[in-house]
Every structure is written in structure tokens, then in C-alpha cells.
């Protein structure tokens, strides 16, 4: 089963809403919500078309706004992953 994981989240964030300097994303950044980490809701609309583009998915939009944090945002991604696997 295809998963996402963390550290390709992490790329995937700084390839679509690139990266300042001061960007830290290593570490346990699991729990910390996006706002915390330099990333706005536009930055996970941009990682989020990607997704679904690479992955062959369809986003809930308010289940994207309800994923404030890294953790969050990777399960609603597996479940969506899971589930298209499942078909």
C-alpha cells in the first residue's frame, strides 16, 4: 500500500511553497501546526494540488482546513490513499 510519509511531506512542502532559511522542518515538526512552521494555507493548497495531481486523489476541502498540523494533514492523505487502494 502506498503511504505518505513525513519526510515526503517535508519535500514536497519546500518544493511548492519553497523554503526560507529560517524554515526549520526537521526534527519532531509532527504535531506543530503549519502557521508555526513558516507555512500558510496557500503553501498547503499548492503541496495539496500536487498530491492530488501525483497521487491520483481528491481533497475534502474542509477536511484540509480542519488539518492544521503535519500529523493531521498525513493521515486525511493515507486515508484518501488507503482508500483509492482499496477500489
Same mark, same amino acid.
Given at each position: 500500500m502506498e503511504?505518505?510519509? +513525513?519526510?515526503?511531506?517535508? &519535500? +514536497?512542502? @519546500?518544493e511548492c511553497a519553497g523554503e526560507e532559511e529560517? &524554515?526549520? +522542518?526537521e526534527g519532531d515538526i509532527l504535531d506543530t501546526?503549519? +502557521?508555526?512552521?513558516g507555512y500558510d494555507s496557500l503553501a498547503i493548497l499548492q503541496t &495539496?494540488?500536487?498530491?492530488? @495531481?501525483?497521487h491520483g486523489i481528491t481533497f475534502d476541502e474542509e477536511a484540509i482546513d480542519e488539518a492544521e498540523t503535519p500529523r493531521q494533514y498525513l493521515d486525511l492523505v493515507n486515508e484518501l490513499l488507503s482508500a483509492r487502494a482499496a477500489v
Open positions: 503511504r505518505l510519509e +513525513l519526510s515526503d511531506l517535508v &519535500t +514536497l512542502l @519546500r529560517w &524554515t526549520d +522542518l501546526p503549519f +502557521l508555526d512552521l &495539496t494540488g500536487r498530491i492530488e @495531481r501525483d
